[in-house]
């Protein structure tokens, strides 16, 4: 990969991060899928990522890229989603320059992939990734360099998790991911998940460690729970999951 996308695992990314540092970061939400959308951008630099861009919200998250003055640099992945078609393919188009990005475990394509210790940047800022696996293999987690946010995407949603019964999904998997990558930062780091289905925007490291009803469980317990959950097929999967199995490189329906 070209650019400076990509740093080496255990890099120093403090020169990114700082107490005066301008960071800028929009919550957006799609009501189909109940999905969020991350803007983050450099106020300084005016370089932007976008994480987990749904197709049908798309414009929109380019009208404000393009009124909030930012260049988007990346649209971003956090797993092969089930629930909706990535936007990802469309900003590529609506936003040259653009490149879509996606665990290379997901089996995706897209313009570049990630691996565990990679580091994404955006002006004076990095997201690092976290591999976080079970509910799908592909799945990470986003921290941002001074580890005050988290970006989940279905791996730890606030007061719950992904499920793990379909796309090779594994319950022991998901435990061990959430308690080892993200139970293990700092308890205030703010927790934004790719889903909410009662309302809630953020959570806390330490509130989900002490407060979610699943992870607070031991590991046997907790799979006792996810092999058990009895929840509907989802209904976008059958088209959601082969177009983002093109992530980035569909284009929008006619």
């Known amino acids: 990969m070209a650019g400076r996308l990509l740093t080496v695992a255990g890099r120093q990314l403090s020169q990114h991060s700082g107490s005066g540092a301008p960071l800028l970061l929009r919550q957006m939400f799609e009501p189909k899928s109940c999905t969020y959308t991350y803007l983050l951008g450099d106020r300084e630099s005016r370089e932007a990522i976008l994480i987990d861009p749904v197709l049908e919200t798309a414009a929109r998250d380019a009208k404000l890229v393009e009124e909030l003055g930012l260049r988007l640099l990346y649209a971003v992945n956090t797993h092969c989603h089930a629930d909706h078609i990535t936007g990802s393919g469309v900003l590529r188009s609506l936003l040259p320059g653009c490149q879509s990005v996606i665990s290379r475990l997901s089996g995706a394509q897209a313009d570049l992939h990630i691996e565990d210790g990679d580091s994404i940047h955006f002006g004076r800022f990095a997201l690092e990734t976290r591999a976080s696996p079970g509910h799908t293999p592909g799945c990470v987690t986003f ?90 097929k989802p209904q976008q999967i059958d088209f959601a999951v082969p177009a983002n199995l093109r992530c980035g490189i569909q284009t929008a329906p006619s």
């Open 143 to 232: 921290v941002l360099n001074d580890h005050s946010m988290a970006f989940t995407g279905d791996a730890l949603l606030i007061r719950g998790c992904g499920r793990t019964d379909f796309q090779q999904g594994c319950a022991k998997t998901l435990y061990h991911s959430v308690h080892e990558k993200i139970f293990t930062l700092p308890g205030d780091c703010l927790i934004y998940p790719a889903h909410d289905y009662h309302g809630l925007t953020v959570s806390t490291v330490e509130e989900e460690r002490t407060l979610n009803p699943r992870l607070t469980l031991s590991c046997e317990e907790f799979v006792k729970v996810m092999d058990n959950l009895n929840l509907p």
